[in-house]
């Protein structure tokens, strides 16, 4: 148990959350990881295989799992000494690192689902703003399907998502999918400084990184953000989409 402890940084919690979780949820992860299964300079052409290979079998061993979320780490490692390093970093830091780039409130306290479900709101709070009216009547139906609520206002909306259980989770779809587009039109970058892990050192290189300066760190952050924003988005699907599950049993 040490050792498995020792490979993904203590992340036990997630380790358990994602083997219950239901294979083409967590296929959504690799896809994410792998870009869609093209490969990424990141990550080895070994691991790559491993995890694609479990997605198109839609089974995930545990030593699969393990693999994954250590991926999922080594993509967070948001700092210089990270990038010599190269090592990662738990998954509770990459959400607050998601959740301040997103730009949600971060006090440094909240727990990791708290994080999650304001990574959420921020994402349907951006993508609410290229809505049509009937986007968004459709949208509100649907976060709303179990609670009766009639108004499609985006305060209703958050505050069911903040409610968690199936709402959050039928609100994260949209989230994890606006994820590409939002990325694309720069809709979180400003004030971003963080450093994209192995992402910057694959794009750039640790000498490049500090040749390029702030116009390389920024092009880093994003690459790394196109992997560990859409996981963070998933990953709160999937949780909010087990608890809704429990509470409906």
Excluded at 28 to 55: E, H, P, Y
Excluded at 62 to 70: F, G, H, N, S
Excluded at 112 to 123: A, F, P, T
Excluded at 174 to 191: D, M, R, S
Aim: charged share 20%.
């Amino acid at each position: 148990m040490s050792y498995e402890n020792d490979v993904i940084n203590g992340d036990k919690e997630l380790l358990t959350l994602l083997s219950a979780a239901d294979a083409v949820d967590v296929g959504a992860l690799v896809d994410f990881l792998t870009d869609f299964g093209s490969g990424r300079l990141a990550m080895s052409f070994d691991v790559q295989q491993v995890l694609i290979s479990a997605k198109q079998k839609a089974k995930y061993s545990r030593d699969t799992l393990l693999l994954l979320i250590r991926e999922l780490q080594l993509f967070g490692g948001n700092s210089v000494a990270n990038l010599v390093r190269r090592t990662g970093v738990p998954y509770g830091e990459i959400v607050r690192d998601v959740a301040k780039y997103v730009h949600a409130e971060v006090a440094g306290k909240e727990a990791i689902e708290v994080l999650e479900i304001r990574v959420l709101q921020r994402l349907v709070t951006k993508i609410w703003e290229k809505m049509t009216e009937q986007e968004r009547a459709e949208f509100a139906g649907k976060v709303h399907a179990d609670n009766g609520v009639i108004d499609v206002g985006l305060a209703a909306i958050l505050s069911a998502i903040g409610s968690g259980g199936l709402s959050a989770a039928r609100a994260g779809v949209v989230g994890v999918a606006a994820v590409a587009p939002l990325l694309a039109e720069g809709a979180f970058t400003a004030g971003a400084v963080a450093v994209g892990g192995r992402a910057a050192t694959a794009l750039l290189g640790v000498v490049g990184i500090a040749i390029a300066g702030a116009a390389g760190v920024h092009m880093a952050a994003k690459e790394a953000y196109r992997v560990t924003l859409p996981c963070v988005a998933q990953i709160a699907y999937i949780r909010q989409k087990h608890q809704g599950a429990a509470e409906a049993r």
